[in-house]
């Protein structure tokens, strides 16, 4: 029985509700799943409220999927699991919140400039409470009618390299692993296939150095050949698994990627020895 690790809900840029996942979820016979939205925790109560309603023997754990940018390797992204309170982490998912607004109205106005013309009101009253990011402007573009796939929105207007593209703030690594350290959750590398193909080691060593306690070894996005890597090299951490759904497109994922829910138990089992020490 697997627990997928790594889901996205409508709270962030995923199409579904924390409560449609929970069925989903079921469906596919897993034994439970992690909520991991872009930037925000805002999704976490109603999965928590409608799993402990209609699916109490299901295991669920509140979780958040960090971006951050590294001077050297460029965008990496942190999962952090909190199996406590997560009120500590709220300070810094305002800080993203904000400055995720104010990157959106640039891009907003780069295509403006292109003719791509977005109700900029309409979206901050839509999306105001989200971590507003390329995939809701993406969706916009498709439907205000100007492009008929979200993914042609990737294709040269808000890709990496595209026209349109802004960099969000850049909040460092080391930043989301002390805050989120600090506030008694679990930082998690999430699908570093970049980084072993360029041979990175050393930063993710440093990193777990920091308080990293586990890397995401299995993903859609991560190959065989990886995953057997991460397996072998990282066994003394926590290794977790997500299949990162966000709409139909990954639903061919979901079931297939998760960890067995033995090892988060283990996991917590020794979270719990240690506060007895402690
Ligand atoms: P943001 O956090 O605002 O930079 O947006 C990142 C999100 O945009 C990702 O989580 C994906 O959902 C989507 N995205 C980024 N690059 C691509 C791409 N090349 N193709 C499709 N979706 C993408
Ligand atoms: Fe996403
Ligand atoms: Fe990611
Ligand atoms: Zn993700």
């Not at 409508?10 to 897993?30: A, I, Q, R």
């Not at 780069?110 to 977005?118: C, D, T």
């Not at 586990?214 to 997500?242: C, D, K, N, Q, T």
Request: hydrophobic share 35%; aromatic share 12%.
């Amino acid at each position: 029985m697997l627990v997928d690790s790594h889901i996205h809900s409508s709270f962030s840029d995923g199409v579904y509700s924390p409560s449609e996942l929970w069925h989903k979820v079921v469906e596919k016979g897993l034994a439970g799943w992690a909520l991991t939205d872009h930037d925000t925790m805002n999704g976490v109560e109603e999965a928590r409220l409608f799993g402990s309603t209609h699916y109490p023997d299901k295991f669920f754990v509140a979780g958040c999927e960090f971006s951050t940018h590294h001077s050297e390797v460029g965008e990496v992204h942190i999962l952090a699991y909190f199996f406590r309170s997560y009120e500590g982490i709220l300070p810094l998912l305002e800080e993203y919140r904000k400055s995720r607004i104010q990157r959106a109205r640039i891009m907003v106005d780069l295509l403006r400039k292109e003719g791509y013309h977005l109700e900029w009101d309409e979206l901050v009253s839509r999306y105001e409470d989200k971590p507003l990011g390329r995939m809701h402007l993406a969706r916009a573009l498709v439907a205000a009618g100007y492009l008929s796939t979200p993914s042609q929105a990737f294709q040269g207007l808000l890709d990496n390299r595209g026209r349109c593209y802004v960099p969000r703030r850049e909040i460092r690594p080391e930043e989301v692993i002390e805050a989120v350290s600090w506030a008694g959750g679990w930082p998690i590398l999430a699908h570093p296939t970049f980084l072993v193909e360029s041979d990175n080691h050393r930063h993710i060593r440093e990193w777990v150095k920091r308080g990293m306690v586990g890397i995401e070894y299995r993903h859609p996005r991560v190959s065989e050949s990886i995953s057997a890597f991460l397996l072998g090299e990282y066994r003394s951490l926590l290794l977790v698994s997500g299949s990162d759904f966000h709409d139909e497109g990954g639903e061919k994922d979901l079931g297939k990627y998760g960890v067995p829910l033995a090892w988060w138990e283990k996991a917590l089992e020794n979270e719990r020895k240690h506060d007895v020490k402690a």
